[in-house]
């Protein structure tokens, strides 16, 4: 077995961070530049973005991600949903409200009631989830994952299926991995939740994912498995250095480009939310000016990784994001164990939502923003992970078939789940972006698919 070994130089960061802030600004305006022509930024060049307060610098970091998200991603946003299936959990994250010393009764989905999460989920019109669970070997063995994963894949409720299951776990085996593969893990997604390693160790009071190191290169492992979709995330405001997160995040990527020729398919951007029973006062919040730059900086340096965002964010802050550079969000979550079919039901929660509508409400609001809401999950079906993907998105041609999808995908959910009003709404909102299609095939392909869809057809994509 492959034994892998931390590639954060903490020294590094510290220094790279520090010799950044007398960046010029020539250097600055060169960088920029390279961002605006979609060649993405070495982690040197993200240094000397982070480090600069300057008005005029900030300003043009917003245009050129609110740019990047146009010419890239367009006007789609692909929705998800969170599935919890289990809380149980060994760990002592100080900052989850799952962590083992919080007191209540806790859950794992029987197979019957994952099928009834399910149901409400295909009615809801969701054709990806992000399935969460909590470590714990004994009571959330791989073996219960898989099973999970199976009785997902194979809930069929109407014209509702889900398409692909992104899996949300703790670090493990390449072994176990192996076996997510094989059963069809659309992306393994982890949270390294901070890169700077004292802060790790003492936000992680005690469990297994106390090891820095086993949880930093859980991706190694699962790339050594043949998951070729993986994605990242910090929780900001675990630590007191938000720059020093960002940095973490690019010499991740950089080294998962390096070592296995593909970085990550996704970047979630958590930040600090109030989980019952934690005491937040030792974290550093993150304003939303702050926040915003975040983002920014992130999509200038890694155009072509999806940036997601949860529930955690409010309807105002989501719109913002939308715009530079966010190109998934869940709607209608439940981040409760059981929580669809059981919402009242008083468990613990891993954290706070702060946007609380209905998927259909938000599904709608992105309509009204002028934006395509997509269920697409074209690319895990047709073989499109990994490098592959990654070919089709730096060539630009990713754009050719993401839109198509989009606007057949949410016809598709138009007509299942929509009222007449919706369905009005939803075809404005085609006729609209139908002519943002440039290839005259394509566009001909997909009016014609618009109406088979009308007949009944389903499932049809690019
Ligand atoms: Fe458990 Fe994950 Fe919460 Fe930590 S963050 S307590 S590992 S569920
Ligand atoms: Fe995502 Fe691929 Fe669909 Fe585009 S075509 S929305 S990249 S799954």
């Given at each position: 077995m492959k034994e892998y070994g931390n590639f954060i130089d903490h020294q590094y960061v510290l220094d790279l961070l520090e010799h950044s802030k007398e960046t010029s600004d020539e250097k600055i305006s060169a960088i920029l530049d390279k961002a605006e022509r979609f060649d993405g930024l070495t982690p040197e060049e993200v240094a000397a973005l982070l480090t600069t307060d300057k008005k005029e610098h900030i300003q043009r970091i917003f245009k050129i991600a609110d740019k990047i998200k146009q010419h890239i991603y367009g006007d789609r946003i692909v929705m998800f949903a969170p599935l919890y299936?289990?809380?149980?959990?060994?760990?002592?994250?100080?900052?989850?409200?799952?962590?083992?010393?919080n007191k209540f009764q806790r859950t794992r989905l029987t197979m019957d009631e994952i099928r009834e999460e399910v149901k409400i989920l295909e009615a809801m019109g969701h054709k990806r989830l992000a399935l969460e669970a909590g470590e714990?070997?004994?009571?959330?063995s791989i073996d219960y994952i898989l099973e999970c994963m199976k009785t997902i894949y194979d809930m069929k409720s109407g014209n509702g299926e889900i398409r692909r299951v992104n899996v949300n776990i703790a670090s493990t085996t390449v072994e176990n991995y192996k076996k997510l593969k094989e059963i069809g893990i659309g992306t393994y997604i982890l949270f390294?939740?901070?890169?700077?390693k004292e802060t790790y160790e003492r936000v992680h009071i005690a469990g297994p994912k106390k090891n820095y190191e086993y949880h930093l290169t859980a991706f190694d492992r699962a790339m050594e498995a043949g998951i070729d979709d993986v994605g990242g995330g910090v929780l900001f405001g675990?630590?007191?250095?938000w720059r020093y997160e960002i940095l973490g995040l690019m010499l991740h990527n950089k080294h998962l480009e390096d070592t296995f020729g593909v970085g990550f398919h996704t970047i979630s951007v958590p930040r600090m939310c109030p989980a019952e029973g934690?005491?937040?006062?030792?974290f550093h919040p993150i304003d939303d000016a702050t926040f915003l730059r975040i983002v920014s900086i992130i999509r200038l340096a890694v155009p072509f990784t999806g940036i997601i965002i949860s529930t955690r964010e409010n309807s105002e802050m989501r719109k913002e994001l939308i715009r530079l550079g966010v190109s998934q969000m869940s709607g209608g979550s439940s981040v409760d164990v059981g929580g669809y079919s059981k919402r009242e039901r008083n468990t613990g929660s891993q954290f706070v939502t702060s946007d609380d509508r209905s998927a259909q409400d938000i599904i709608r609001w992105i309509m009204e923003e002028g934006m395509v809401p997509s269920f697409c999950t074209a690319c895990y079906r047709k073989g499109r992970t990994g490098d592959r993907f990654m070919e089709l998105a730096k060539s630009g041609n990713i754009k050719n078939v993401c839109l198509p999808n989009g606007l057949m995908t949410l016809k598709e959910y138009a007509l299942d789940y929509g009222d007449e009003q919706f369905q009005n709404l939803a075809n404005q909102v085609i006729e609209k972006h139908?002519?943002?299609?440039?290839n005259d095939k394509v566009r001909a392909l997909v009016t014609e698919n618009l109406k088979k869809l009308e007949q009944g057809q389903r499932d049809l994509f690019l």
């Open positions: 299936v289990s809380d149980y959990c060994v760990n002592h994250c100080s900052y989850c409200g799952f962590n083992c010393k714990d070997p004994v009571n959330c390294q939740e901070t890169y700077h675990l630590s007191d250095d934690n005491d937040l006062s030792g139908l002519p943002n299609i440039q």
